[in-house]
């Protein structure tokens, strides 16, 4: 069984008092195990990221920016490698972990252009002689505590905008399957960071919480359920951190009467069950408007999902593999119990599914369910697994009203050829990021990414132009070179007051 370790300056000092299994969720079996650090642990990794930090932001963005080039290219050249590890420990297919790996190298292709995107403002003649410029700065040290479901895609888009803008970065990953962001690490040396920039360091709660309190880093980056992004939220702030917490998700998709059906399945066939499900930007919730629409869907709906091949990570047909551990499993299988408690027709059950030969992976088969409604526990909660709930709609303002009402606020997609419709949709629909015939809205890389309401805490959202500004701290110089020889003739008058 493998032994992994913090990635730290000098390695961890003395065996882990404490350590957490690592599943290969495809066979049921523990394969590795990690150890589970603490605040002592923390401050060797702290103390090591302040010796180098200011040398790395006194360095010209352009030397900075070649440090990212080579990173992107070493990520490329091993891709499969990271992909089979990223496969192996969350149990998502092997063409899902390659897509994990590439939307985080988006990012860092944004990175690269720091020294552009860095560039401040100058007003020349803001007053009498007067001239006024702003800088971008960074924090120091910053953090990123990321979630299980994508170990590759959420440190990059950390990490790459912190360090790029000069910051040093320390990161927390899920301790279900840290392997690959150790790798990058590695990589990140290698690609000529110094030795301390990158750091990653093993945990839970306990880890979570000296980040947390940590007086010497200014900033921490949050991606897991609500409930935690609140907490970690809250207690980042009253430490005096800058802190950006994404939570949970419940996204919808709204089916109008005029859109293409075959699309639309197509699309709800990767968006509802890719990955198992276990995405953020999923999409767990259709809603046709009207029972005609409904119905239509359904008949669709029901052999395409069906259809579905549900494998080992490994599998080159599998269209999905299993969940990241047991306890997962079982949560979901929890969920479809009570929707159908509730009231809910399972009409596709995808409860004690398993598969040939591997009957001790943790598979969930895909559950379609149908006469949802908005008071169900089962509709108001995250179930993150391979389960689509069809909800029905009367009419438009019927369908907008759900999204926008629900405690969640990340994602919503709508279908339809109105462009009318699509437009007063976009406008009105109280959510964070909206798709228009686009299943999973995730914002190209030179945008940003955030939810609303319960989906993210904070003002600032993540990469692009607004995890620019979450990295850095904004300096204003206001600058004057009298030409008079001293008598007070070119004495300084505010320019407001002048």
Aim: aromatic content about 8%; some cysteine.
């Amino acid at each position: 069984m493998r032994q992994l370790d913090h990635f730290i300056v000098g390695g961890a000092s003395a065996p882990a008092a404490r350590t957490h299994q690592i599943w290969n969720p495809s066979t049921g079996e523990v394969q590795a195990e990690v150890p589970l650090g603490d605040a002592a642990l923390l401050d060797r990794a702290v103390a090591a990221a302040k010796k180098v930090q200011p040398e790395w932001a006194a360095t010209n963005p352009q030397r900075r920016a070649r440090v990212m080039f080579e990173f992107k290219r070493l990520v490329e050249a091993n891709k499969q490698e990271l992909a089979e590890l990223l496969a192996s420990e969350h149990g998502k297919v092997v063409d899902d972990a390659h897509g994990d790996v590439q939307r985080g190298l988006e990012v860092i292709e944004y990175a690269c252009g720091i020294p552009q995107a860095l560039k401040g403002e100058y007003s020349q003649g803001a007053g009498p002689g007067i001239d006024v410029y702003s800088m971008r700065q960074p924090l120091g040290i910053g953090a990123g505590i990321t979630p299980f479901n994508f170990p590759a895609m959420i440190p990059m888009w950390m990490f790459g905008m912190a360090i790029a803008v000069g910051n040093a970065f320390i990161l927390k990953p899920s301790e279900r399957d840290p392997s690959v962001p150790i790798r990058l690490a590695e990589l990140f040396v290698e690609a000529g960071a110094p030795e301390g920039l990158l750091q990653v360091v093993h945990g839970d709660k306990e880890m979570v919480d000296a980040i947390l309190d940590h007086e010497d880093i200014a900033a921490v980056s949050f991606v897991g359920s609500s409930d935690i992004a609140h907490y970690v939220y809250k207690r980042g702030v009253a430490a005096g951190k800058r802190v950006q917490a994404m939570g949970g998700a419940k996204n919808h998709g709204i089916v109008m009467p005029d859109a293409d059906l075959d699309q639309v399945v197509g699309d709800l066939a990767g968006a509802a069950f890719g990955s198992a499900g276990e995405r953020c930007m999923a999409l767990p919730v259709v809603v046709p408007v009207g029972e005609d629409t409904a119905e239509r869907l359904r008949e669709k709906l029901i052999p395409a999902i069906n259809a579905l091949r549900i494998g080992v990570s490994t599998d080159p047909d599998a269209h999905y593999g299993p969940v990241v551990t047991p306890e997962h499993k079982a949560r979901i299988e929890q969920w479809i119990d009570t929707a159908e408690q509730e009231g809910a027709e399972v009409v596709i059950d995808g409860r004690g599914f398993t598969l040939q030969g591997h009957e001790k992976g943790f598979f969930v088969g895909p559950t379609l369910l149908d006469r949802v409604t908005p008071d169900m526990e089962s509709y108001r909660e995250e179930i993150f697994g391979p389960v689509l709930q069809i909800v029905r709609a009367d009419d438009f303002e019927h369908a907008l009203r759900l999204p926008s009402e629900h405690q969640y606020g990340n994602g919503v997609a709508i279908f339809t050829r109105n462009g009318h419709a699509a437009r007063e949709f976009a406008h009105r629909v109280n959510v964070g990021m909206v798709g228009i015939n686009v299943p999973i809205p995730v914002p190209v890389s030179y945008h940003s990414f955030g939810g609303w309401k319960r989906s993210g805490f904070g003002d600032t959202d993540q990469y692009g132009q607004e995890g620019l500004k979450f990295w850095t701290k904004a300096k204003k110089v206001t600058q004057r070179w009298p030409d008079g020889g001293g008598d007070g003739s070119n004495a300084f008058v505010i320019p407001t007051m002048g």
